[in-house]
């Protein structure tokens, strides 16, 4: 499963994991991602339980999996000094995914919110406090936000994505790099979001295609680079643009979407993973603590989401332009075997004496 899946599943599903045990120690399960490019900051918290009786049944009552107190705090600390904190509110949503035998569609999460002015702090370490059932047990955890994770090439303005050759019999298809910079995280997922312009006459939509270009895990250098395959990138837009009725269709904007993680993350990530041992037994990893001899499970770490724009082009000179991708990557996404039926054409004004130039 990818960084970005697994983020996702966090807010979408719920664990299908039902405790049985018969021990009397209920199980909190907790999960939260802080970033701070975030407004808002969601934590989920929810119990395991044993009702003596059908659990699949149990699990089908919405209030089995809630506990019926829960008071839960976020500090903000920089050298062991508590800068601020906010009590958590709760609030219920609706798109929690139906297939599972938890109860659905709704589920209630916990959260606080920030605004640009207030926004987390990078490098700042960030204490999650939970009372459950009024101080009946409690679970903590903390998490040290990300900081200087950056893009490097091709995010940077002047530099094109270079998809194609200018001479695809002879030299093929070609390679970019997505250069980056893990600063205090662990790893990177990288998926480009293809925005596609396509109309039906005069009237127009905004198509996304997103593509995920894979995980790379830090082991010792802090830079690293995904490849985006030239060949790939004509595939994906050929498998996605399957409107038979657009009469007409502009590369609108690609947008490189970023995903850096925190160790705490990684570490839980890798528990959730097979065992390769004959006793396919592996523990399952936590950064929560609990008190009153109860369980806990799940995870309080941080990601921190980057998107860098690009859009078709941006005038630079009289007559120059930045360009998402290269002069040959437009001509073979409008002409070339792939997507040459696609009816694409370069709204590029440097392209304009082209025969793919948008008429």
């Known amino acids: 499963m990818s960084i970005i899946s697994l983020v996702m599943f966090f807010f979408v599903a719920c664990k299908e994991d039902i405790d049985l045990s018969t021990d009397g120690k209920e199980t909190a399960v907790v999960y939260a991602l802080l970033d701070q490019t975030d407004s808002i900051h969601y934590v989920r918290i929810n119990r395991a339980f044993y009702g003596g009786t059908n659990a699949l049944e149990i699990a089908q009552i919405p209030d089995s ?19 601020r904190s906010w009590v958590l509110r709760d609030t219920t949503i609706s798109n929690k995914d139906t297939n599972g035998v938890f109860f659905d569609s709704i589920q209630k999460l916990y959260y606080f919110t920030t605004d640009k002015a207030t926004a987390l702090k990078p490098g700042y370490t960030y204490k999650l406090n939970i009372s459950i059932d009024n101080k009946r047990f409690e679970v903590n955890g903390q998490t040290q936000l990300i900081q200087n994770a950056k893009l490097g090439n091709p995010a940077s303005e002047g530099n094109s994505f270079s998809f194609a050759s200018t001479n695809i019999a002879k030299d093929g298809y070609f390679s970019t790099q997505v250069n980056a910079s893990l600063g205090s995280s662990k790893a990177l997922n990288v998926a480009l979001d293809i925005y596609v312009k396509e109309f039906k006459g005069s009237l127009a939509t905004i198509k996304k295609i997103n593509w995920n270009l894979g995980d790379r895990i830090n082991n010792s250098s802090t830079s690293v680079a995904v490849g985006a395959s030239g060949e790939s990138f004509y595939k994906k837009v050929l498998s996605e643009c399957t409107d038979k009725t657009v009469t007409k269709r502009q590369l609108y904007r690609l947008d490189i979407n970023a995903m850096f993680c925190s160790s705490d993350f990684i570490e839980y990530q890798n528990s959730l993973t097979p065992s390769s041992s004959l006793a396919q037994t592996k523990k399952e990893y936590t950064n929560l603590t609990v008190t009153n001899g109860m369980r806990v499970k799940g995870i309080f770490a941080s990601r921190n989401n980057v998107i860098v724009q690009k859009l078709p082009f941006t005038k630079y000179s009289a007559s120059n332009y930045f360009r998402a991708i290269d002069q040959s990557s437009m001509k073979e996404l409008c002409q070339g075997q792939y997507t040459g039926n696609l009816n694409f054409c370069s709204d590029v004004p440097s392209d304009s004496k082209e025969t793919y130039y948008c008429k």
């Open 65 to 83: 999996s809630y506990f019926k107190k829960v008071v839960a705090t976020v500090y903000e600390m920089f050298n062991g000094k508590v800068f």
